[in-house]
T-cell receptor
Framework: AQRVTQPEKLLSVFKGAPVELKCNYS??????LFWYVQYSRQRLQLLLR??SRESIKGFTADLNKGETSFHLKKPFAQEEDSAMYYC?????????????FGQGTILTVHP | EAGVTQSPTHLIKTRGQQATLRCSPI?????VYWYQQALGLGLQFLLW???????NRGNFPPRFSGRQFPNYSSELNVNALELEDSALYLC??????????????FGQGTRLTVV
């Protein structure tokens, strides 16, 4: 069974501070990991995926297979980063459509 | 380009009734996914349709069903509604499901309330 755990429901930081949103997963094969973000009154949208190894809006995430983690990081948080963040896992192959989401972390960046 | 559209935005039903939720994917997308976001339970995968066929199903009872039409739009039907079916139902679409990754784009959701 696949599972995604986001241990923090709420995370508050001040503008300019580093931020790390934690994500741990459980999956027996080689998963693909994603971070989705939902800004206030907007749709859920893809932020980044581990395969692309991109930095989106200053955010990065590294897949650590040993620790089964995919933490999202940003060195200097901005107020516009305030949103709900979901970590998600796909088993890949014929299961790309089936995303397993974590419970989400609400990030608040204070001025 | 129009995004994924869902209708209705809100739906109120009585326990035991049936609910029908609709989703129009982005033009050119053949895969449609349904997710349930119930309070305290997070986003849970419901169904995945691609090219008119059900490709995968989440851990939901059979009274949750759906279909995909030739124009790739989709319906989600929930029969014999129960109070715990109250949730936000999200639809997403992508160009093609299956063996390679394609980004899924989400709609705004339908808020179903069962009273």
């Amino acid at each position: 069974a696949q599972r995604v755990t986001q241990p923090e429901k709420l995370l508050s930081v001040f503008k300019g501070a580093p931020v790390e949103l934690k994500c741990n997963y459980s999956y027996s094969g080689s998963p693909e990991l994603f971070w989705y973000v939902q800004y206030s009154r907007q749709r859920l949208q893809l932020l980044l995926r581990h395969i692309s190894r991109e930095s989106i809006k200053g955010f990065t995430a590294d897949l650590n297979k040993g620790e089964t983690s995919f933490h999202l990081k940003k060195p200097f948080a901005q107020e516009e980063d305030s949103a709900m963040y979901y970590c998600a896992l796909s088993g890949g192959g014929t299961s790309y459509g089936k995303l397993t989401f974590g419970q989400g972390t609400i990030l608040t960046v204070h001025p | 380009e129009a995004g994924v559209t869902q209708s209705p935005t809100h739906l109120i039903k009585t326990r035991g009734q049936q609910a029908t939720l609709r989703c129009s994917p982005i033009s050119g997308h053949t895969s449609v996914y349904w997710y349930q976001q119930a309070l305290g339970l997070g986003l849970q995968f419901l169904l995945w349709y691609d090219e008119g066929e059900e490709r995968n199903r989440g851990n939901f009872p059979p009274r949750f069903s759906g279909r995909q039409f030739p124009n790739y739009s989709s319906e989600l039907n929930v029969n014999a509604l129960e109070l715990e079916d109250s949730a936000l139902y999200l639809c997403a679409s992508s160009r093609r499901g299956g063996r390679e990754y394609t980004e899924a784009f989400f709609g705004q959701g339908t808020r179903l309330t069962v009273v």
